[in-house]
């Protein structure tokens, strides 16, 4: 009997958890297909108004075009750095390894606000900033740890007798490379790509910091807010919501079918 | 043996804190079946590797057909091996991993789709080509790596403990389908392992290593017969080792006085006199047992303590006087014949020339 109510409890502890995480987002959503002005109770009528207003304002466009293209180039530039540097990890043994790793680990810990102030003076310095490439840069900063740690967490389950069997049979090391190392991490490297993008095209404080006037759409998102409380909010919400979701879900399907894998062969 | 297809010349190899092997000289014949057998950290996977270009030789030579290899990238050897993990390649099907050395080699793909087929089937797993080897059976996968290591026409083969994952009835299978192939290729196998029943049933030759260093080589027959030291005799198991001081010499026949008693043993074949320390084996098959005294030569009274029931055989461990164990194995239905209830007085003999004394020249 306490057992069954232990249970209940816990399973009503955690419903409460999601709606506290998932009702103001569920609220933005609903509040985007609403007519109302200002989002109060009771709801108006539905409309599509305001997705039409977003997509009839050309700043608003053109942030969406500059998020795209750096959300992308972040995925692939962390995601190579990440792979690059996990691979190091697994396959050599050198002095100062400890540090080389803690180092590759490091720009997660460091506040925003921090790197983002540093990030801006420093590619100031070399004449970069307020340029689309300067947020690229940054992002792959902040993205690099998080590619290596997924991909890292695959070459784990990598039998060392792996890549030797490939030289065995002929393979140069590059060519193991591609045709062992890079199918076996293959799923890893694809949730890399999704974290790595998601993280991007969320991140507001760094690309507010050094993105000039090539916005993205979290900074858009923050200048309409600070002109007024308009419901297209929350229709860029919703939609950057699905986006984010989108790519994490598909990070996470691939990295748990990693782990069932590995259950069925253990 | 014929002309070596490998020799060993005084190959070292030292790790940075130890040695793993010790500079050691030995060749393997053309279309031999080479087993090396060992405990674990005895350096048998260490000499393997460096056969196959894993490891690089920190002395010595390896010449592969007069070839010296040393320095030839793994990759560039025709050395396959058959991994203790097997280490297939878990995103390949059982026909693309069989393909994977055709297709480094630059084989083209329908030549190579056809060869692994071929290979599948010669091993009897031709209807599992296309399946993932994940959802293959032990045995299956054990035969997707042996095709994978021979779809290349190799002239020699290497395998690393490749049964030790397997189910015992399984390894009895798979060893025989090891033997079957090796004849029928006619090419070198050399195999590791830390079993001995794998590396006697199935190898021309087995080298005993320990510590780095050779213990013995030979065919299986002498070293279980002839141990050349007292590892091998205990490594090799089920012998009775003896350690004492020569007595008396003659010609043919030297006595030695054990802890346990006087006994005759065959003249080694080297200086000996008394006073000298020897010692020697007897096979624990080799002993009889009785419950009369015979009128022969090396008798032991003693007790019995245990018998291990092995199937046809039993193995009765007895305790001779100042409590020195003796092993002794004889048939089922031989035991039979034995009374040995009540824990009743036993005689456990053999002739002069069963004994083998560690060192000895020149007789088996």
């Known amino acids: 009997m306490t057992d069954r109510l232990i249970k209940v409890s816990l399973l009503a502890y955690l419903a409460l958890v999601f709606v ?31 997705y039409e207003t977003v997509l009839s304002r050309p700043e608003i466009l053109e942030a969406a075009k500059t998020s795209l293209i750096v959300a992308v180039s972040t995925a692939i530039l962390s995601t190579f750095i990440g792979f690059c540097t996990a691979y190091t990890d697994y396959r050599f043994n050198f002095v100062g390894k400890s540090a080389f790793l803690a180092l590759a680990l490091l720009p997660p810990t460091i506040p925003l606000i921090i790197m983002a102030l540093a990030m801006l003076s420093w590619l100031a310095q070399i004449g970069l900033s307020g340029k689309v490439s300067s947020i690229i840069i940054s992002h792959t900063v902040l993205g690099a740890p998080f590619a290596m740690a997924v991909i890292r967490l695959r070459l784990n389950d990598m039998d060392p007798s792996l890549e030797a069997a490939s030289w065995n ?12 190392v890079i199918p076996f991490t293959k799923p890893s490297i694809i949730a890399a790509l999704c974290l790595t993008a998601a993280v991007s095209f969320d991140e507001f404080a760094v690309a507010w910091f050094v993105s000039g006037l090539n916005k993205t759409v979290p900074v858009v998102i923050l200048e309409i807010l600070q002109g007024n409380v308009d419901p297209q909010i929350n229709a860029i919400g919703t939609f950057v919501f699905f986006i984010s979701m989108t790519l994490i879900i598909i990070a996470q399907a691939l990295l748990m079918s990693q782990g069932r894998k590995k259950d069925a062969s253990a | 043996m014929t002309k070596p297809l490998v ?114 089937d010669r091993l009897g797993i031709g209807q599992f080509a296309e399946r993932n080897v994940a959802k293959l059976s032990g045995g299956q996968r054990q035969r997707v790596a042996l095709a994978r290591s021979l779809v290349t026409e190799p002239k020699i083969l290497l395998l690393d403990e ?129 419950t009369e005294r015979p009128a022969a030569d090396n008798v032991v009274e003693c007790q019995i303590i245990s018998e291990q029931f092995m199937g046809t055989t039993v193995t009765l461990f007895l305790e001779a006087p100042g409590g020195e164990e003796l092993k002794v194995q004889i048939g089922q239905r031989e035991l039979e014949q034995i009374d040995i209830a009540g824990g009743k007085r036993l005689f456990a003999s053999w002739p002069a020339a069963r004994a083998h004394v560690f060192g000895a020249k020149g007789h088996a």
């Not at chain 2, 007069?66 to 280490?87: C, I, Y």
């Not at chain 2, 878990?90 to 055709?102: K, W």
């Open chain 1, 20 to 50: 506290f995480i998932f009702t103001p987002i569920v609220a933005s959503l609903v509040f985007s297909f609403n007519s109302d002005r200002f989002p109060s109770l009771p709801l108006g009528s539905f409309t599509l108004h305001w």
């Open chain 1, 169 to 180: 049979l002929g393979a140069s090391e590059w060519r193991s490379m591609w045709e062992v």
């Open chain 2, 7 to 120: 020799v060993f010349d005084k190959v070292e190899k030292r790790f940075a804190e130890f040695t793993a092997v010790k500079p050691t000289s030995f060749e393997i014949g053309a279309g031999e079946f080479l087993a090396i057998m060992g405990p674990s950290g005895c350096g048998k996977t260490t000499t393997l590797r460096m056969l196959a270009g894993l490891e690089a030789p920190t002395g010595g030579e390896i010449r592969f057909e007069g070839r010296v290899m040393n320095h030839v990238k793994p990759h560039e050897r025709d050395t396959p091996m058959v991994w203790q993990s097997l280490a297939l390649f878990p995103f390949l099907n059982a026909r693309e991993n069989v393909e994977f050395g055709l297709k480094m080699r630059g084989v083209a793909a329908p030549v190579r789709r056809k060869k692994a087929l071929e290979w599948l």
């Open chain 2, 162 to 290: 490749p049964l030790s994952a397997l189910d015992a009835h399984l390894v009895i299978r798979m060893q025989s389908v090891l033997t079957k192939l090796q004849k029928e290729l006619g090419i070198t196998f050399v195999y590791v392992t830390h079993s001995q029943s794998e590396a006697f049933a199935m190898a021309d030759r087995v080298i005993i290593m320990a510590q780095g260093e050779i213990a013995q080589i030979g065919k299986s027959k002498d070293i279980y017969r002839s141990p050349s030291n007292k590892f091998v005799a205990e490594f090799v198991g089920r012998n009775n080792i003896f350690e004492g001081k020569v007595v008396h010499v003659s010609p043919e026949v030297v006595k030695v006085e054990t802890p346990i008693g006087q006994f005759a043993v065959p003249h080694p074949g080297r200086a000996v006199k008394a006073g000298d320390p020897l010692s020697f084996v007897v096979a624990a098959d080799l002993v009889q047992v009785g």
